[in-house]
């Protein structure tokens, strides 16, 4: 039985690759500099992985910037305007990766970059591939794998057995966008292309390619599976092995579509959704590998090595040599290495593994397997399942207020227009009311100040007044700029899970659990373990404070239950639609608090709220259902009198409006702009039954938007919503801008929502 992974995180354990990534993007490291240090990343992670046990390690799973990028490269599909002549004098590979995904690079001209995407269900986001017939045509275009071959030779130093990673052609295409042209129509060149790379891949005697095709997990409709058939029935393998890799979801809709395929063997992820692997085993050819991905390689809990070993067992007695293992999915969703938290107490510190651990724990596994000994792994699973029974865990005052929940809880008692006319009396706001979406410039001082209070050079009550300060002066800045709905400018948060994550109980946090989101971006999620409730009121001094300074009303800002979940590791001995209503009740006591504080305004923003949709989309509703009943229940507490806001931004949410609305907000604000409000194209066959905020400038470019524009992009939404029930808004929260362009665009803002007030007063 071998172990092995499929992919190990490039990052590094203290996330070594972005800052050598960033340095380089200032002119502060050599390309020889940069190149050579990728590489001892890359060595690294091999060492950790061989020194961890692993049999057969990965190669090509690393990457500079993206992994589907290095797939468009190595196929030779970069797009033109990247390649093109004004950039050919600085003919350099390096440099045309990082145009593509940042629309810039040390040298060559700027250009758009590509688009980026969430990577399936994860917060990993790929570059997305641009394709055209003329592209994938063009014969001058050729395939390039002399890198990944250079560090299939690199990978020798730590192991003989080395598999090479691919994406396969469906999931590859699938992930693209084709402008004008049906996708299936570019399979046959693309095919070309590949055949090319299985062909230099076998004349450099790469025994073994574990091409990736997570794009399985969907239901795929019947166009997409003849063309899976199609595939893999055309290409011709040579002398190299295919292992056809799924994660994410289970495939067993899919077996009889691949059964008869020339596979050499499948990974199938056990972790994601229930499989039955026996099954799939009956029904596949007895000559492949069957590797089981047992070790959840999205989550960061030890796992209970003795559970898996008794499944595991009665399999490698049937399937001896043809039983591989491995991680569920690719590493690159896990930190890399528990041991480089010094900080965290030892107990919580036993119920983890990361990466480098989960490599380890299949070495063990292993060896339980071979010796049909599981002393050792009976001492695992103990620190394991330790965890679930720890009474740190539990708090059974929030689980009976779970349990005790009833429908009444789930909704606002009054229908949206009985609220809406209670509000317009108690806000008594002009037609075309403009606000922004909650957080303010964030200033270097704003940080400092921040820092300092972390690191205890400043005490509480100087902490207090600094940040009050701020608050004034956003305050002070609203009002000369004329905004009707006012906000505090968040300055007291760092990020908007982790401020909340920080306040409640049940949450931890780490020093150094980053993970990849894209480029050199990383996050440190927050990590949930135990039944969630809060301590204290989290936001109510600074609102209040806020409001004390003016006369307008200041929209308190409070984050929605799914977008936390989303954005942390979750607990694995509770289901996800439990934490959320957990959270959903620690939020909703925030409401009852603003409340009581006097707020008729808050916003519970949610713009996670479309990534945590399943692989498939058949199971799409019943997650809609309990993330919108999360959020409902955060907000029913609100009476008629106070006005509910939401914000939504990052995706396109045409596909599912139907749960937005089931939201139920009295104002929705949304991100539109950059699309031209193409969203609002959705709102003509479904309505939007409440208030509407369409985004109508873009906050993610510096540029000023003038007051006709803002005006034009009014006119549109007024198409669809009409003008009594229209906000005027900017696309998201303005924490990345600076000071200057805020105010310019904001006065603009105001003074197109006025010249339409005039024109239709
Ligand atoms: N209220 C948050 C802000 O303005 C919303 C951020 C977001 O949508 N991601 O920053
Ligand atoms: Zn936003």
Known sequence: MQIHNLGFPRIGAKRELKFSLEKYWRGELSQAEFLAQSRERRDSNWQIQQTAGIDILPVGDFAHYDHVLNTTVILGLVPERFTAQQHSEHNNALDLEFRVARGQAPTGCQCAASDMTKWFNTNYHYIVPELSSALVENVKAEVKLAPLLVQFNDAQKFSDHRKVVLIGPITYLHLSVVENEDKLALLPALLKRYQQVLNQLSAAGVQWVQIDEPVLGLELNKEWRQAFAQVYETLTKGSLKLLLTTYFAAIDHHVDLIKDLPFDGIHIDTIAEPTNVNNIIERLPKHWIISLGVIDGRNIWKADLVC?????????????????????????????????????????????????????????LKQALLTENSDEITLYSNAALARCVSTRINNPEVQQRVNGLTAPDYHRKETFEQRKQVQQQVLNLPLLPTTTIGSFPQTGDIREVRAKWRRQEINEHEYQNLIKAEIKGVIERQEAIGLDVLVHGEAERNDMVEYFGELLEGVAFTQFAWVQSYGSRCVKPPIIFGDISRKKPMTVEWIKYAQSLTDKPVKAMLTGPVTILAWSFVRDDLAREQVAKQIALAISDEVGDLIAGGTKIIQIDEPAIREGLPVKQSQWQYYLDWATSSFCLSAAKASANIQIHTHMCYSEFNDILPAIIALDADVLTVETAR???????????????????????????????????????????????????????????????GWHETKLALENMVLAAKQLRNKFN
């Open 675 to 737: 699309s031209n409000m193409a969203l609002l194209d959705a709102f003509e066959q479904q309505p939007y039954p409440n208030d509407l905020g369409p985004g109508v400038y873009d906050i993610h470019s510096p540029n000023v938007p003038s007051v006709n524009w803002m005006v034009s992009l009014l006119e549109k939404a007024q198409h669809y919503i009409p003008l009594e029930r229209l906000w005027v808004n900017p696309d998201c929260g303005l924490k990345t801008r």
């Open 308 to 364: 898996i070993y008794q499944k595991l067992q009665p399999l490698y007695r049937q399937l001896g040599q043809r039983l591989w293992l491995a991680p569920s999915c690719s590493l690159l969703h896990s930190p890399v290495d528990l041991e480089s938290e010094q900080k965290l107490d030892q107990e919580f510190k036993s119920w983890l593994a990361f990466a480098t651990q989960k490599c380890q724990e299949l070495s063990l």
